[in-house]
């Protein structure tokens, strides 16, 4: 019988519901199944790195992409598999791997055992597994994150919204915020990108994020390769405007503020610090950040 290791965050977006908890293990219920409910972050991050140790047949996340990112840096280069029960926002890595929200049908997925071998992008020896940038792209992110932590309806309202509300909060910050450009020298496979007054960088390991949000709709998650989308600057009802092409399904990718390119290494320098987030979280504040792919550096149930 199986050895699964079911993680759930609480905080996340339906995650802590204790009826939810019961339907995966009565799904789940043919396979040798234990949830652990970790009180903190670090207490989520030992119970997947115990699961590596003892060489469990799967961990199963019940959350959203930021609690997948914490699970994934334990599994890395593991041959335990991960499964996902989407239980958050956006669930950015479900949605590109046709993982349902319906919890039959994820529980399905997981009994089912076909593994899949996806690559991992690591940034200043952390990995993310579904896309990340810097400029609007980690301000969006850490705001979105800030609203759905404060509580009372601003909380409540945020969740309601699910992805729609990144797109919400990203034309806000371009419309009002007081910066939005940022002064990157950006280099691909040793190869210069020239300076770069950015609106957005995005790092891409699949086509979207955000669920609606697509800036390198040629991504691919098992190609060894990240895919680099640099919005340059431009009049703010233009930014907004390339943002709404963005979301249409990549119609973005010819207007003049846009380079899209691929390599396996991509470095980025700034003069002043920036937060690079991935997967929805904080990975990185700095002025120097190197970022490569891990080609297959994670099996995921799907």
Not at 67 to 75: F, K
Request: aromatic residues 4%; proline residues 4%.
């Amino acid at each position: 019988m199986a050895d699964i290791r079911v993680i759930v965050n609480r905080h996340a977006r339906n995650g802590g519901k204790r009826s939810l908890l019961e339907r995966v293990e009565r799904e789940l219920r043919d396979l040798e199944v234990r949830i652990l409910v970790p009180d903190t972050y670090e207490d989520l991050e030992a119970c997947a790195r115990q699961a590596v140790e003892e060489k469990a047949d799967g961990v199963v996340v019940i959350g959203g992409d930021g609690t997948i990112n914490a699970v994934v840096n334990q599994l890395a280069g593991s041959d335990v598999p991960l499964g996902i029960v989407p239980a958050g926002t956006a669930n950015d890595l479900a949605t590109y791997l046709g993982i349902p929200r319906d919890v039959r049908k994820a529980c399905a997925v997981i009994r089912r055992g076909k593994v899949r071998e996806m690559d991992l992008i690591e940034i200043n020896g952390r990995y993310f597994i579904t896309a990340g940038g810097m400029g609007v792209v980690s301000d969006t992110a850490v705001g979105v994150n800030t609203l759905k932590a404060r509580g009372g309806w601003i909380s409540r309202l945020a969740r309601r919204l699910g992805s729609l509300v990144y797109v919400l909060y990203s034309f806000g910050l371009l419309a009002g915020a007081k910066k939005i450009v940022s002064e990157l020298e950006v280099a691909v496979d040793g190869q210069s990108l020239g300076p770069a007054p950015c609106i957005a960088l995005f790092v891409n390991n699949q086509p979207s994020l955000g669920k609606t949000v697509t800036p390198s709709p040629e991504a691919r998650t098992d190609d060894g390769q990240l895919s680099i989308c640099v919005m340059r600057e431009r009049s703010r009802p233009g930014a907004i405007l390339t943002v709404i092409l963005m979301s249409l399904r990549g119609l973005h990718t010819r207007r003049k503020d846009i380079d899209i390119v691929v390599g396996k290494q991509v470095e980025i320098r700034s003069p002043t610090r920036n937060t690079f987030i991935g997967d929805g979280e904080v990975l990185a504040h700095t002025g120097h950040l190197t970022l490569n792919v891990l080609p297959r550096g994670i099996r995921v149930m799907s």
